[in-house]
């Protein structure tokens, strides 16, 4: 099977060719993937001869909507998509002022083993095509019908463990022949995989870059984030640094808040150390409480804030989006595989 789904128009151009195709069927090709199609026969202007080759030789299958949820507060919608192999993922459309904006999954379930984090239960199954990132996109479009204008990789997974194929999805949505999102609309998060940090500065795009940072030392953060273990705070915020230097865009650092673990004045005054005088932005998330976790949300999340502010820190709360509707990390999968599981167990 090809994955044609994962080509550019470019590498689709030269599959037309060796089918002895002419050149531009590529670009018609590519441009109806980008429309959401689910059958071969709605590729119209297609000769008949090469719609049953793309049946034939190429992996069709669009996600299906497993479940749907839609929050009675604020609009923000959570699909879990049922993918070829079975496994489902998770994307979240979240309506703002702004436009609409999309969260989508890299992977199916995470090796990264955070503490805090519904999406690593499970550990990681394997890695979504770059076809598979783009169709999250896509069929969140249509099937909302509300079109999409910004995109965050903030969903399932780990972003820098999947780096090829997250780096062949942003050539695809960026694409002016395809869903044409500019990167300076798209946020990739990571929990700080300093190899991959490097990697991405030296691609010089212009996408934003969040980093779960969640602790200012290596004792907090080595605790609830096993990734810290092998490359500590220190490291990271030099890989944090080369980023700046060489992309010049601003580093957001996410920080969710859990009680007693992370939300003292000591950890605000640890945080500030690191990053005053630097360009940076603090998201501070007040922790989702994930079922299977004994951590608690911090009540001292205001008095946090302002400690940052007080030391010239740009810190923001965010906005809890769709907390009717577990739209956070991995809960809606995890609901859907324990129910499956206990299905199983009779
Ligand atoms: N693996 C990537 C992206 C996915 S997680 C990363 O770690 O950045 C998206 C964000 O949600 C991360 O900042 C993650 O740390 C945070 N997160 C995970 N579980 C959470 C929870 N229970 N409450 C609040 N934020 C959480």
């Known amino acids: 099977m090809t994955d044609l789904k994962s080509m550019t128009p470019e590498e689709l151009t030269q599959w037309c060719k060796e089918q002895g195709q002419p050149a531009f069927r590529g670009k018609q090709i590519f441009q109806w993937f980008s429309r959401g199609v689910e059958s071969v026969e709605e590729m119209t202007n297609l000769p008949k001869a090469l719609r049953e080759k793309i049946a ?12 749907k949820q839609v929050s009675n507060q604020d609009g923000t919608i959570k699909y879990l998509w049922r993918l070829a192999d079975g496994n489902c993922i998770e994307t979240v459309l979240m309506r703002y002022h702004h436009g609409n ?8 379930g995470c090796a990264m083993g955070c503490a805090f984090c519904a999406s690593t239960l499970g550990g990681r199954v394997r890695n979504l095509t770059a076809a598979e990132l783009l169709d999250q996109v896509i069929f969140t479009q249509k099937d909302s019908g509300y ?14 463990d999947n780096y090829d194929n997250v780096k062949k999805f942003l050539t695809l949505v960026n694409h002016p022949d395809g869903v044409n999102i500019g990167m300076r609309h798209i946020s990739l998060s990571t929990c700080g995989l300093v190899k991959g940090i490097d ?14 940072l969640h602790a200012p030392d290596d004792e907090t953060r080595s605790s609830i984030m096993p990734v810290n273990r092998a490359t500590g705070v220190d490291e990271l915020f030099a890989a944090c640094h080369r980023y700046f230097q060489k992309t010049g865009r601003r580093i957001s650092y996410e920080y969710a808040l859990i009680d007693g673990v992370n939300d003292t004045p000591r950890h605000a005054a640890l945080l500030g150390d690191r990053l005053e005088g630097t360009v940076a932005h603090v998201n501070l998330i007040p922790l989702n409480h994930v079922e299977e976790s004994p951590l608690k949300p911090s009540t001292h999340v205001a008095a946090f804030q302002k400690q940052l502010e007080k030391r010239g820190i740009t810190a923001t709360v965010r906005r809890r989006l769709g907390s009717d509707i577990d739209a956070s990390c991995g809960q809606l999968r995890r609901k859907a595989m324990k129910a499956a599981g206990q299905k199983d167990r009779g």
């Open 199 to 212: 990697r991405l500065a030296e691609e010089g795009l212009q996408l934003t870059l969040s980093v779960s």
């Open 147 to 160: 079109p999409i204008s910004n995109i965050v990789l903030m969903g399932i997974g780990e972003p820098l």
């Open 56 to 67: 034939r030789e190429c992996a069709f299958t669009p996600p299906v909507v497993e479940r």
């Open 101 to 108: 904006s999309v969260c989508i999954s890299s992977q199916v």
